[in-house]
């Protein structure tokens, strides 16, 4: 991207934006943040966010800072620290050397904290959460002031000291700022800013026992940092007049901010506390399940960064909440697929197949095209002989009429090779099972062609059952079986959706030589297939290969009727 270009705004955000740079309003700076809990892995929403906030900085010639908001002790890890910081990188994004912790700044907001309760804009209340959550009322009525709302300046202080101490036990006391409890804004209406958390923090260790709630700590980083355009979720639109009544308040540098629409995708779960459900109770095999919506997951299944940002930039930013249909998100995958995979044959469920008439002990080699869609991505070749391995389903004893593949009598042609016609079919004794086919083939259809002219109606993938590689394969389907996985019948949970066939694992898969030793997260299509990607749980000759989609584009076929809006 051309880093001096004036962007023309694609959306709300960027128009706001460009309005401030053009009026001065923040002496031309634009500082946004991604600001993520680390209590769980990073998904295609936080992807969204990723792509908008540090995509404003690049285009605006900023900076976007990742800031981990890191003030729930009991929730949050390192791991998942280390994780967010290696998903945020493969996403294709910088911070550079902005990289925070809400946690830096404990010491900072609890000496705001300090100067609020100095100036009477802060008490120590010793209700019990449910009776603070009671006495703020609801939407119609009014709220309760606490019994304790008016102590003291001198008592607040020191009740707050001895919180900090460590003195009172978890639940006996908060801290609340004192705005109005008839605020029809139910934010407003005394919120707590700290709680007793006798938990040790990844990072402070057990120096706190009093930790901020989200509201006290956001704007006051998003302060600290100098933010200029603190975007988030549409849900904290209501939390805004507290977000402006903190840093007002304080009297300190006040960014601006503003909510957009989160991203919902049809047949999965964007919520970590469902994703967390998933991993803990094993219904997936962890976070980067490739069957999971999280950034690592659709890394291990085979989707490209570049996909996945040029998804974030057709979905664009608005203001109303929607889903995506899933098909869009795979279309984009797709496409960019379709373009950078080298083709190669590989077959899922092996059917042999002998050529009578090929010479025993003969192999030759066959030139296969490696992308149609990039010739300078060239040719390759492929091993041929007597012993194949076809697709079991390319074959049927008995074929319906609108089965063209192979059959009895039936000429088809193996992909960059010769024609081959069945002559006869080997069944198990016992079973009835087909355990062999056999052929003839034409030597003069080699490579494909035959010079009379005949065109049979069917093209297979093969591969030579003495060079083959034996591989595992996984293939996927939506991890949930209907568009809105909430959508629930009486009495059932959510995890009554789980798609029980959204994970299908084939062994004893055939692959033509050159997928033996591929490095991980290579990608690849499977001609006929589908596109695939090298699982981390391969080993030396014996690859593991996730299919990312298959070849049939659902959005596509949308588009075509008219159904896409
Ligand atoms: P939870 O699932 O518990 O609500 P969260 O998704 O808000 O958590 P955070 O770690 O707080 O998780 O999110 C970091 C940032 O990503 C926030 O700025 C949030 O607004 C944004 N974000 C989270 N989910 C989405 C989403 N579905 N679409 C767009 N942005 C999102
Ligand atoms: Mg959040």
Redesign the pocket.
């Known amino acids: 991207m051309d880093e001096n270009a004036t962007p023309t705004p694609t959306d709300f955000v960027r128009q706001i934006v460009a309005d401030d740079t053009k009026s001065g309003k923040w002496d031309g700076r634009v500082v946004t943040r ?4 680390p ?1 769980g892995y990073l ?1 295609i ?2 992807a ?2 990723i792509c908008l906030n540090f995509g404003i900085a690049r285009e605006f010639g900023g900076t976007c800072h990742l800031r981990f ?1 890191d003030t729930n002790p009991t929730k949050e890890e390192d791991e998942y620290v280390l994780a967010i910081q290696r998903d945020v990188r493969w996403l294709g994004f910088d911070w550079g050397e902005h990289l925070y912790y809400a946690s830096d700044y404990f010491d900072q907001l609890h000496a705001w904290a300090i100067q609020l309760i100095q100036a009477g804009k802060a008490y120590v209340d010793e209700q019990t959460s449910a009776e603070i959550r009671a006495s703020r009322g609801k939407l119609a009525s009014r709220g309760v002031e606490s019994p304790h709302r008016d102590r003291p300046i001198a008592e607040n202080l020191d009740l707050f000291a001895r919180m900090t101490a460590g003195e009172f036990e978890e639940g006996t006391a908060v801290l609340r700022a004192r705005i109005d409890m008839e605020a029809p804004n139910q934010h407003l209406r005394d919120p707590v800013m700290y709680r007793i958390l006798k938990a040790s923090h990844h990072r402070t260790g057990a120096k706190w026992c009093v930790y901020p709630m989200y509201d006290w700590a956001h704007g006051q980083s998003d302060s600290i940092e100098k933010i200029t355009h603190s ?3 549409l849900e ?1 639109r209501e939390h805004r007049p507290l977000y402006d009544w903190y840093l007002d308040t304080l009297g300190v540098y006040h960014p601006q901010q503003i909510e957009f629409a ?3 995708v049809s047949f999965t779960v ?4 469902r994703l967390l459900n998933l991993v803990e109770e094993d219904l997936v095999r962890g976070w980067n399940d490739p069957r999971m919506p999280t950034i690592s997951g659709m890394r291990r299944r085979g989707y490209t960064a570049e996909a996945i940002r040029h998804f974030a930039a057709i979905i664009g930013v608005d203001t109303t909440e929607s889903t995506v249909d899933v098909a869009l998100l795979e279309h984009c995958v797709r496409e960019d697929l379709n373009k950078r995979s080298p083709r190669f044959m590989g077959v899922l469920r092996p059917l042999r197949v002998v050529i009578e008439n090929y010479p025993e002990g003969r192999t030759e080699e066959v030139d296969a095209v490696n992308n149609p869609e990039d010739p300078a991505a060239g040719s390759r070749k492929v091993p041929f002989g007597r012993v194949l391995y076809i697709e079991r389903d390319d074959f049927m004893e008995d074929p319906p009429k609108q089965f063209f593949r192979l059959a009895p009598g039936r000429e088809v042609r193996l992909r960059y090779a010769y024609f081959v016609t069945c002559t006869n079919v080997v069944k198990d004794p016992a079973t009835g099972e087909i355990v062999e086919l056999r052929c003839t083939y034409d030597p003069a259809t080699k490579g494909g062609d035959s010079p009379d002219g005949r065109k049979p109606k069917a093209t297979l993938h093969w591969v030579s059952a003495e060079h083959a590689v034996p591989a595992e394969v996984r293939l996927y389907d939506h991890l949930f079986t209907r568009e809105d996985p909430d959508e629930v019948a009486e009495g059932q949970g959510w995890r009554a959706n789980l798609n029980p066939r959204s994970l299908e694992t084939l062994t004893g898969c055939r692959l033509e030589p050159a997928l033996g030793d591929l490095p991980v997260e290579s990608r690849v299509q499977f001609e006929r297939l589908g596109y695939f990607c090298v699982d981390p749980d391969s080993k030396p000759g014996a690859p593991v290969f996730n299919r990312t989609l298959t070849l049939k584009d659902e959005w596509a076929r949308l588009q075509k009727k008219g159904k896409t809006a």
């Open positions: 991604f600001p993520p809990e209590n998904h929403g936080h969204k966010s908001d975007i988030c979720t904290f989160r991203l919902n964007m919520s970590k506390r």
